[in-house]
Protein backbone atom coordinates (compact mmCIF):
# COMPACT_ATOMS: atom_id res chain seq x y z
CA UNK A 1 0.00 0.00 0.00
CA UNK A 2 2.29 2.70 -1.28
CA UNK A 3 1.88 6.60 0.24
CA UNK A 4 -0.67 4.99 1.52
CA UNK A 5 -1.69 8.21 3.40
CA UNK A 6 -0.02 10.86 1.69
CA UNK A 7 -1.16 14.23 3.18
CA UNK A 8 -1.43 16.22 0.43
CA UNK A 9 -5.14 16.83 -1.03
CA UNK A 10 -4.09 18.33 -4.82
CA UNK A 11 -5.27 21.12 -6.21
CA UNK A 12 -6.48 21.46 -10.38
CA UNK A 13 -4.95 25.20 -10.41
CA UNK A 14 -2.00 25.25 -11.99
CA UNK A 15 0.74 27.71 -10.34
CA UNK A 16 2.71 30.31 -12.75
CA UNK A 17 5.68 28.18 -12.02
CA UNK A 18 4.55 25.54 -14.01
CA UNK A 19 2.88 27.24 -16.55
CA UNK A 20 6.03 29.14 -17.96
CA UNK A 21 8.26 26.29 -18.71
CA UNK A 22 7.84 22.79 -20.66
CA UNK A 23 11.68 21.70 -19.85
CA UNK A 24 10.54 18.95 -17.22
CA UNK A 25 13.95 19.45 -15.49
CA UNK A 26 13.25 23.70 -15.38
CA UNK A 27 10.04 22.49 -14.14
CA UNK A 28 10.66 20.24 -10.95
CA UNK A 29 13.53 22.79 -10.39
CA UNK A 30 11.06 25.29 -9.48
CA UNK A 31 9.47 23.15 -7.31
CA UNK A 32 13.10 21.75 -5.11
CA UNK A 33 14.07 25.20 -2.81
CA UNK A 34 17.87 25.29 -2.11
CA UNK A 35 17.19 22.77 0.66
CA UNK A 36 16.65 19.04 -1.03
CA UNK A 37 15.18 16.04 0.32
CA UNK A 38 16.47 13.18 1.86
CA UNK A 39 13.30 10.87 0.87
CA UNK A 40 12.76 9.15 -2.25
CA UNK A 41 9.76 7.13 -3.23
CA UNK A 42 9.58 5.34 -6.80
CA UNK A 43 6.24 3.86 -8.30
CA UNK A 44 6.33 1.09 -10.49
CA UNK A 45 2.47 0.30 -11.50
CA UNK A 46 2.65 -3.08 -12.84
CA UNK A 47 0.13 -5.55 -11.03
CA UNK A 48 -0.74 -9.38 -11.80
CA UNK A 49 -4.41 -8.60 -10.88
CA UNK A 50 -6.16 -5.10 -10.06
CA UNK A 51 -7.86 -5.54 -6.60
CA UNK A 52 -11.51 -4.52 -6.17
CA UNK A 53 -10.70 -2.05 -3.54
CA UNK A 54 -7.56 -0.27 -4.79
CA UNK A 55 -7.63 3.17 -6.08
CA UNK A 56 -3.72 3.39 -6.67
CA UNK A 57 -2.45 3.92 -10.04
CA UNK A 58 -1.76 0.28 -11.58
CA UNK A 59 -1.83 -1.43 -14.64
CA UNK A 60 -2.78 -5.41 -15.70
CA UNK A 61 0.34 -5.76 -17.59
CA UNK A 62 2.02 -8.97 -19.94
CA UNK A 63 5.28 -8.02 -19.33
CA UNK A 64 5.39 -6.68 -22.54
CA UNK A 65 6.44 -2.64 -21.34
CA UNK A 66 8.37 -3.70 -18.70
CA UNK A 67 11.50 -3.97 -19.66
CA UNK A 68 10.88 -0.52 -21.51
CA UNK A 69 9.68 0.95 -18.21
CA UNK A 70 12.28 0.22 -16.46
CA UNK A 71 14.70 2.27 -19.20
CA UNK A 72 12.91 4.66 -18.87
CA UNK A 73 12.32 4.77 -14.88
CA UNK A 74 16.32 4.38 -14.56
CA UNK A 75 16.68 7.70 -17.27
CA UNK A 76 14.16 9.41 -14.91
CA UNK A 77 16.51 8.55 -12.30
CA UNK A 78 19.52 9.85 -13.31
CA UNK A 79 17.84 13.17 -14.16
CA UNK A 80 16.63 13.68 -10.44
CA UNK A 81 20.22 13.73 -9.14
CA UNK A 82 19.96 17.41 -8.37
CA UNK A 83 17.14 17.34 -6.38
CA UNK A 84 17.90 14.93 -3.68
CA UNK A 85 20.79 15.20 -0.77
CA UNK A 86 22.13 12.00 -0.51
CA UNK A 87 22.70 9.93 1.74
CA UNK A 88 18.68 9.54 1.50
CA UNK A 89 17.12 8.68 5.08
CA UNK A 90 14.39 6.57 3.48
CA UNK A 91 13.50 4.74 0.10
CA UNK A 92 10.39 3.42 -0.84
CA UNK A 93 9.22 1.47 -3.44
CA UNK A 94 5.92 0.35 -4.10
CA UNK A 95 3.09 0.24 -6.55
CA UNK A 96 1.53 -1.81 -8.08
CA UNK A 97 3.10 -4.70 -7.23
CA UNK A 98 7.36 -4.05 -7.75
CA UNK A 99 7.75 -7.81 -6.90
CA UNK A 100 6.50 -8.47 -10.61
CA UNK A 101 9.61 -7.11 -12.36
CA UNK A 102 11.96 -9.63 -12.84
CA UNK A 103 15.43 -9.95 -10.84
CA UNK A 104 17.22 -8.91 -14.48
CA UNK A 105 15.22 -5.90 -14.83
CA UNK A 106 15.82 -5.10 -10.63
CA UNK A 107 19.59 -5.78 -11.66
CA UNK A 108 19.63 -3.01 -13.71
CA UNK A 109 16.91 -0.77 -11.09
CA UNK A 110 18.58 -0.55 -8.07
CA UNK A 111 22.22 0.81 -9.22
CA UNK A 112 20.18 3.47 -10.55
CA UNK A 113 18.11 3.78 -7.33
CA UNK A 114 21.41 4.05 -5.55
CA UNK A 115 23.41 6.35 -7.87
CA UNK A 116 20.56 8.56 -7.02
CA UNK A 117 20.06 8.20 -3.10
CA UNK A 118 23.65 6.99 -1.90
CA UNK A 119 21.82 4.75 0.87
CA UNK A 120 24.27 4.53 3.77
CA UNK A 121 23.68 1.79 6.69
CA UNK A 122 21.13 3.42 8.41
CA UNK A 123 19.18 4.27 5.21
CA UNK A 124 15.82 1.98 5.37
CA UNK A 125 15.05 0.88 1.93
CA UNK A 126 11.77 -0.55 1.45
CA UNK A 127 9.92 -2.91 -1.49
CA UNK A 128 6.73 -3.47 -1.47
CA UNK A 129 5.78 -7.43 -2.69
CA UNK A 130 3.07 -10.02 -2.97
CA UNK A 131 3.34 -12.95 -2.12
CA UNK A 132 3.22 -14.75 -4.97
CA UNK A 133 5.90 -13.14 -6.33
CA UNK A 134 8.75 -13.67 -3.91
CA UNK A 135 11.26 -15.86 -4.90
CA UNK A 136 15.09 -16.45 -3.68
CA UNK A 137 16.58 -15.01 -7.30
CA UNK A 138 14.46 -11.99 -6.58
CA UNK A 139 15.34 -11.84 -3.05
CA UNK A 140 19.04 -12.63 -3.50
CA UNK A 141 19.11 -9.67 -6.23
CA UNK A 142 17.27 -7.03 -3.76
CA UNK A 143 19.34 -7.97 -0.75
CA UNK A 144 22.27 -7.03 -2.88
CA UNK A 145 21.30 -3.86 -4.02
CA UNK A 146 20.73 -2.52 -0.76
CA UNK A 147 16.98 -3.58 -0.05
CA UNK A 148 16.56 -3.76 3.88
CA UNK A 149 13.15 -4.11 4.51
CA UNK A 150 10.32 -5.87 2.75
CA UNK A 151 6.47 -5.10 3.11
CA UNK A 152 4.53 -7.81 2.01
CA UNK A 153 0.52 -6.98 0.97
CA UNK A 154 -1.02 -10.37 2.83
CA UNK A 155 -4.12 -8.57 3.46
CA UNK A 156 -5.93 -11.70 4.81
CA UNK A 157 -5.11 -15.41 5.45
CA UNK A 158 -8.84 -16.40 4.78
CA UNK A 159 -9.35 -17.20 1.14
CA UNK A 160 -13.17 -16.36 1.17
CA UNK A 161 -12.14 -12.91 2.08
CA UNK A 162 -8.90 -12.56 -0.41
CA UNK A 163 -11.80 -13.74 -2.65
CA UNK A 164 -13.93 -10.86 -1.68
CA UNK A 165 -11.23 -8.59 -2.06
CA UNK A 166 -9.98 -10.08 -5.56
CA UNK A 167 -7.02 -10.79 -4.04
CA UNK A 168 -5.79 -14.11 -5.87
CA UNK A 169 -2.81 -15.13 -3.53
CA UNK A 170 -2.34 -18.34 -1.59
CA UNK A 171 -2.48 -17.10 2.08
CA UNK A 172 -0.32 -20.25 2.64
CA UNK A 173 2.37 -17.66 0.42
CA UNK A 174 2.89 -15.13 3.17
CA UNK A 175 4.38 -17.38 5.30
CA UNK A 176 6.73 -18.96 2.14
CA UNK A 177 7.59 -15.42 1.63
CA UNK A 178 8.35 -14.45 5.27
CA UNK A 179 10.67 -17.39 5.34
CA UNK A 180 12.57 -17.19 2.31
CA UNK A 181 13.33 -13.26 3.34
CA UNK A 182 14.97 -14.11 6.43
CA UNK A 183 16.71 -16.41 4.98
CA UNK A 184 17.58 -13.88 2.37
CA UNK A 185 18.75 -11.37 5.25
CA UNK A 186 16.11 -9.73 5.46
CA UNK A 187 14.58 -9.16 9.11
CA UNK A 188 12.86 -6.07 8.77
CA UNK A 189 9.40 -7.58 7.52
CA UNK A 190 6.31 -5.59 7.75
CA UNK A 191 2.94 -7.14 6.56
CA UNK A 192 -0.11 -5.68 5.59
CA UNK A 193 -3.61 -6.49 6.67
CA UNK A 194 -7.62 -5.44 5.85
CA UNK A 195 -10.21 -5.52 8.69
CA UNK A 196 -13.90 -4.93 8.07
CA UNK A 197 -14.16 -7.17 4.90
CA UNK A 198 -17.45 -7.89 3.95
CA UNK A 199 -18.80 -11.01 5.49
CA UNK A 200 -15.83 -10.85 8.09
CA UNK A 201 -16.37 -11.80 11.51
CA UNK A 202 -14.39 -10.48 14.83
CA UNK A 203 -13.52 -14.17 15.09
CA UNK A 204 -11.86 -14.30 11.22
CA UNK A 205 -10.40 -10.88 12.25
CA UNK A 206 -8.65 -12.38 15.21
CA UNK A 207 -7.62 -15.22 13.17
CA UNK A 208 -5.71 -13.14 10.93
CA UNK A 209 -4.23 -11.19 13.24
CA UNK A 210 -2.89 -14.25 14.88
CA UNK A 211 -2.02 -15.77 11.84
CA UNK A 212 0.16 -12.82 11.16
CA UNK A 213 1.97 -12.87 14.71
CA UNK A 214 3.24 -15.69 14.19
CA UNK A 215 5.20 -15.01 11.52
CA UNK A 216 6.76 -12.80 13.74
CA UNK A 217 7.06 -9.46 11.88
CA UNK A 218 8.51 -6.16 12.77
CA UNK A 219 6.02 -4.00 12.07
CA UNK A 220 2.31 -4.49 10.96
CA UNK A 221 -0.24 -2.11 8.78
CA UNK A 222 -3.71 -2.76 10.00
CA UNK A 223 -6.22 -0.60 7.82
CA UNK A 224 -10.27 -0.48 7.79
CA UNK A 225 -11.49 -1.49 4.46
CA UNK A 226 -12.73 1.66 2.86
CA UNK A 227 -14.81 1.74 0.10
CA UNK A 228 -12.57 4.56 -2.10
CA UNK A 229 -14.74 6.31 -5.52
CA UNK A 230 -14.57 4.84 -8.69
CA UNK A 231 -13.58 1.38 -7.88
CA UNK A 232 -14.91 -2.27 -8.57
CA UNK A 233 -15.49 -2.54 -4.38
CA UNK A 234 -17.07 0.73 -4.59
CA UNK A 235 -19.55 -0.36 -7.42
CA UNK A 236 -20.50 -3.63 -5.72
CA UNK A 237 -21.57 -1.46 -2.96
CA UNK A 238 -23.88 0.64 -4.35
CA UNK A 239 -25.59 -2.23 -6.41
CA UNK A 240 -25.77 -3.99 -3.11
CA UNK A 241 -23.61 -7.31 -3.98
CA UNK A 242 -22.06 -6.44 -0.75
CA UNK A 243 -22.73 -5.29 2.37
CA UNK A 244 -20.71 -3.01 4.61
CA UNK A 245 -19.36 -4.70 8.32
CA UNK A 246 -21.68 -3.13 11.33
CA UNK A 247 -20.06 0.04 12.35
CA UNK A 248 -20.09 -1.24 15.90
CA UNK A 249 -17.82 -4.37 14.45
CA UNK A 250 -15.85 -2.25 12.88
CA UNK A 251 -14.58 -0.57 15.88
CA UNK A 252 -14.74 -3.89 18.27
CA UNK A 253 -12.39 -5.15 15.61
CA UNK A 254 -10.09 -2.04 16.03
CA UNK A 255 -10.25 -1.38 19.08
CA UNK A 256 -9.29 -5.53 19.34
CA UNK A 257 -6.27 -5.13 16.77
CA UNK A 258 -4.15 -2.30 19.30
CA UNK A 259 -5.21 -4.82 22.25
CA UNK A 260 -3.75 -7.58 20.62
CA UNK A 261 -0.55 -6.23 19.20
CA UNK A 262 0.38 -4.56 22.18
CA UNK A 263 0.17 -7.25 23.85
CA UNK A 264 2.08 -8.92 21.39
CA UNK A 265 4.97 -6.28 21.99
CA UNK A 266 3.87 -4.22 18.73
CA UNK A 267 3.04 -0.57 19.38
CA UNK A 268 0.48 1.91 17.80
CA UNK A 269 3.23 4.35 16.44
CA UNK A 270 0.21 5.59 13.87
CA UNK A 271 -3.84 5.04 13.84
CA UNK A 272 -3.39 1.89 11.62
CA UNK A 273 0.50 1.11 12.02
CA UNK A 274 1.82 -0.89 14.73
CA UNK A 275 5.95 -1.54 15.25
CA UNK A 276 8.44 -3.61 17.46
CA UNK A 277 10.47 -0.36 19.23
CA UNK A 278 12.72 1.08 16.33
CA UNK A 279 11.15 -0.71 13.79
CA UNK A 280 8.32 2.20 12.40
CA UNK A 281 8.33 2.75 9.23
CA UNK A 282 10.17 5.90 8.58
CA UNK A 283 9.45 6.60 5.44
CA UNK A 284 5.56 6.66 6.00
CA UNK A 285 6.67 8.84 9.10
CA UNK A 286 8.21 11.82 6.66
CA UNK A 287 4.53 11.51 5.06
CA UNK A 288 2.64 12.23 8.76
CA UNK A 289 5.48 14.47 9.85
CA UNK A 290 5.28 16.78 6.98
CA UNK A 291 8.82 16.29 6.23
CA UNK A 292 10.07 16.37 2.37
CA UNK A 293 10.82 13.61 -0.41
CA UNK A 294 11.29 13.35 -4.20
CA UNK A 295 9.54 11.12 -6.80
CA UNK A 296 9.69 8.90 -9.53
CA UNK A 297 7.67 6.70 -11.99
CA UNK A 298 3.95 7.74 -13.22
CA UNK A 299 1.60 9.10 -10.59
CA UNK A 300 3.84 8.99 -7.67
CA UNK A 301 3.15 12.07 -5.52
CA UNK A 302 6.08 14.98 -4.08
CA UNK A 303 6.59 17.34 -1.49
CA UNK A 304 9.10 19.78 -0.91
CA UNK A 305 8.78 22.87 1.55
CA UNK A 306 4.85 22.98 1.11
CA UNK A 307 4.97 22.62 -2.65
CA UNK A 308 3.53 19.11 -3.62
CA UNK A 309 2.95 17.53 -7.54
CA UNK A 310 2.05 14.72 -8.75
CA UNK A 311 3.14 12.69 -11.77
CA UNK A 312 0.90 11.80 -14.47
CA UNK A 313 -0.71 8.48 -13.68
CA UNK A 314 -0.20 7.43 -17.48
CA UNK A 315 2.32 4.79 -18.43
CA UNK A 316 1.98 5.64 -22.06
CA UNK A 317 3.04 9.57 -21.50
CA UNK A 318 5.36 8.15 -19.18
CA UNK A 319 7.54 6.15 -21.47
CA UNK A 320 6.81 8.59 -24.65
CA UNK A 321 8.41 11.42 -22.21
CA UNK A 322 12.06 12.37 -21.24
CA UNK A 323 13.48 13.08 -17.89
CA UNK A 324 11.58 14.03 -14.96
CA UNK A 325 8.22 12.50 -15.15
CA UNK A 326 5.54 14.78 -16.77
CA UNK A 327 3.02 16.25 -14.14
CA UNK A 328 -0.44 16.35 -13.97
CA UNK A 329 -0.81 18.25 -10.72
CA UNK A 330 0.98 20.51 -8.79
CA UNK A 331 -0.32 23.56 -5.79
CA UNK A 332 1.50 25.42 -3.18
CA UNK A 333 -1.32 25.32 -0.65
CA UNK A 334 -2.48 28.31 1.38
CA UNK A 335 -0.72 28.25 4.82
CA UNK A 336 -3.72 27.58 7.17
CA UNK A 337 -4.41 24.54 4.92
CA UNK A 338 -0.85 23.46 5.46
CA UNK A 339 -1.06 23.81 8.83
CA UNK A 340 -4.34 21.91 8.71
CA UNK A 341 -2.68 19.30 7.25
CA UNK A 342 -0.06 18.79 9.39
CA UNK A 343 -2.55 18.76 11.98
CA UNK A 344 -4.12 15.91 10.17
CA UNK A 345 -1.40 13.82 9.93
CA UNK A 346 0.57 14.64 13.17
CA UNK A 347 -2.28 13.87 15.34
CA UNK A 348 -2.75 10.31 13.92
CA UNK A 349 0.50 9.68 15.39
CA UNK A 350 1.22 8.46 18.98
CA UNK A 351 3.87 11.28 19.69
CA UNK A 352 0.95 14.17 18.46
CA UNK A 353 1.97 17.29 17.42
CA UNK A 354 4.59 19.68 18.95
CA UNK A 355 2.79 22.92 20.66
CA UNK A 356 5.24 25.27 20.14
CA UNK A 357 5.41 24.64 17.13
CA UNK A 358 1.84 24.58 15.95
CA UNK A 359 0.69 27.43 18.29
CA UNK A 360 3.47 29.46 16.52
CA UNK A 361 2.04 28.49 13.24
CA UNK A 362 -0.99 29.66 14.14
CA UNK A 363 -0.24 32.57 15.58
CA UNK A 364 1.43 34.24 12.43
CA UNK A 365 -2.75 32.94 10.54
CA UNK A 366 -4.11 35.30 13.21
CA UNK A 367 -5.92 31.61 14.44
CA UNK A 368 -3.89 31.14 17.68
CA UNK A 369 -6.60 32.01 19.92
CA UNK A 370 -9.23 30.00 18.11
CA UNK A 371 -7.00 27.15 17.93
CA UNK A 372 -6.11 26.68 21.85
CA UNK A 373 -9.64 27.91 22.35
CA UNK A 374 -11.23 24.64 20.25
CA UNK A 375 -7.73 21.94 22.03
CA UNK A 376 -8.70 23.53 25.53
CA UNK A 377 -12.55 22.74 24.77
CA UNK A 378 -11.13 19.25 23.41
CA UNK A 379 -9.13 18.60 26.66
CA UNK A 380 -11.73 19.24 29.09
CA UNK A 381 -13.57 16.44 27.86
CA UNK A 382 -10.30 14.32 28.07
CA UNK A 383 -9.89 13.31 24.40
CA UNK A 384 -6.37 15.31 23.76
CA UNK A 385 -4.27 15.05 26.33
CA UNK A 386 -1.07 17.06 26.70
CA UNK A 387 2.54 16.09 27.80
CA UNK A 388 6.39 16.72 26.87
CA UNK A 389 5.60 19.68 25.08
CA UNK A 390 2.74 17.82 23.04
CA UNK A 391 -1.12 17.27 22.05
CA UNK A 392 -2.07 13.81 21.52
CA UNK A 393 -5.25 12.42 21.09
CA UNK A 394 -5.89 10.29 24.29
CA UNK A 395 -6.20 6.45 23.86
CA UNK A 396 -9.62 6.51 25.48
CA UNK A 397 -11.38 8.73 22.24
CA UNK A 398 -8.88 7.01 19.68
CA UNK A 399 -12.22 5.82 18.06
CA UNK A 400 -13.26 9.58 17.15
CA UNK A 401 -10.21 10.53 16.38
CA UNK A 402 -11.25 11.52 13.21
CA UNK A 403 -14.04 14.11 14.40
CA UNK A 404 -11.22 15.12 16.99
CA UNK A 405 -9.14 16.31 14.12
CA UNK A 406 -11.53 17.77 12.25
CA UNK A 407 -12.35 20.16 15.06
CA UNK A 408 -8.97 21.27 15.23
CA UNK A 409 -8.48 21.78 11.88
CA UNK A 410 -11.42 23.66 11.02
CA UNK A 411 -9.96 25.99 14.02
CA UNK A 412 -6.90 27.05 11.79
CA UNK A 413 -8.23 26.42 8.42
CA UNK A 414 -12.05 27.52 8.68
Known amino acids: MSQTLHPTIFSTERQGLFEQSTDPVALLAGLIPPARPQSLYVHIPFCFHKCHYCDFYS ?13 RLVSELLCLQPFLTPP ?9 TPTLLEPSLWKALLPAITALAK ?32 SIGAQSFNPAHLKTLERWHDPANVARAVELARSAGLSNLSLDLIFAIPGQSLDDWLSDLDAALALEPTHLSCYGLTYEPNTPLAARLAEGSVERVDEDLEAEMFLETRRRLRVAGLEPYEISNFA ?14 NEDW ?13 RRWKNAPHLGRYLESTGPAPLSECDQP ?13 LRLA ?23 CIDRIRASGAI ?6 WRIAEESILIADTIIGSVMQAVDP
Open 88 to 96: AHTIFVGGG
Open 59 to 71: IVDNRQRQEQFTR
Open 294 to 306: ITAGPSASGHVAG
Open 385 to 390: VESEGR
Open 334 to 346: APATQLAERLLMG
Open 276 to 289: HTGFECRHNLAYWR
Open 119 to 150: PDSSTEFTVEANPETVTPELLDCLVAGGVNRL
Open 351 to 373: EGVEIEVITTAAAQLGRAEALTG
